[in-house]
T-cell receptor, first 111, second 116 residues
Framework: GQSLEQPSEVTAVEGAIVQINCTYQ??????LSWYQQHDGGAPTFLSY????GLEETGRFSSFLSRSDSYGYLLLQELQMKDSASYFC????????????FGSGTKLNVKP | DVKVTQSSRYLVKRTGEKVFLECVQD?????MFWYRQDPGLGLRLIYF???????EKGDIPEGYSVSREKKERFSLILESASTNQTSMYLC???????????????FGPGTRLTVT
């Protein structure tokens, strides 16, 4: 089976940097994805990591350490519109297109 | 513009009714997914289809079935709705493969189902 752990809620101020962690346990890990979901909206894809290291996309970066079964999403220069829930999701080697999602982290950005 | 549509935004059904949730994607994706989303539990995979007429169970298939007769359409069926199936249901699609862009899932707007 699979299990993913991420903090349930994080609060930060506008302009700051915040890191959302995700630890996972899975048989035959393949890749880690991150999704953003605003209240009332659909999840939207942010990033994908299959190899160790940091992937940067604008203000957002995602990191993976396969040996530690750990990843994080880093949000820089926080804006009010970044207030949303963030989900990590893992896929497995035997079926790399099928993802299992964590329970999500609600990010509150304060002025 | 990529698009996943779901037949209803809100649905109210009675216990014991048969319920059909429809999902259509226009991206020619091989993979389609049904999730349910409940507060504090994240997205839980109900069923996954990787091709027409092909399906795999997810984490919580009990009480649900699916149908994929055409590539663009994936239906979720609640054979006999129960109150514990009250939830938000999200459909998603993705390309099949290992290359760039095949990992991104595109989600529909969701159907909020209430079973009374």
């Amino acid at each position: 089976g699979q299990s993913l752990e991420q903090p349930s809620e994080v609060t930060a101020v506008e302009g700051a940097i915040v890191q959302i962690n995700c630890t996972y346990q899975t048989s035959g890990f393949y890749g880690l994805s991150w999704y953003q979901q605003h209240d009332g909206g659909a999840p939207t894809f942010l990033s994908y990591n299959a190899l160790d290291g940091l992937e940067e996309t604008g203000r957002f970066s995602s990191f993976l350490s396969r040996s530690d079964s750990y990843g994080y999403l880093l949000l820089q220069e926080l804006q009010m519109k970044d207030s949303a829930s963030y989900f990590c999701a893992v896929s497995e080697q035997y079926n790399f297109n099928k993802f299992y999602f964590g329970s999500g982290t609600k990010l509150n950005v304060k002025p | 513009d990529v698009k996943v549509t779901q037949s209803s935004r809100y649905l109210v059904k009675r216990t014991g009714e048969k319920v059909f949730l429809e999902c259509v994607q226009d991206m020619d994706h091989e993979n389609m997914f049904w999730y349910r989303q409940d507060p504090g539990l994240g997205l839980r995979l109900i069923y996954f289809s990787y091709d027409v007429k092909m399906k795999e169970k997810g984490d919580i298939p009990e009480g649900y079935s699916v149908s994929r007769e055409k590539k663009e359409r994936f239906s979720l069926i609640l054979e006999s709705a129960s109150t514990n199936q009250t939830s938000m249901y999200l459909c998603a699609s993705s390309s099949r493969g290992q290359g760039q862009g095949t990992y991104e899932q595109y989600f529909g707007p969701g159907t909020r189902l209430t079973v009374t």
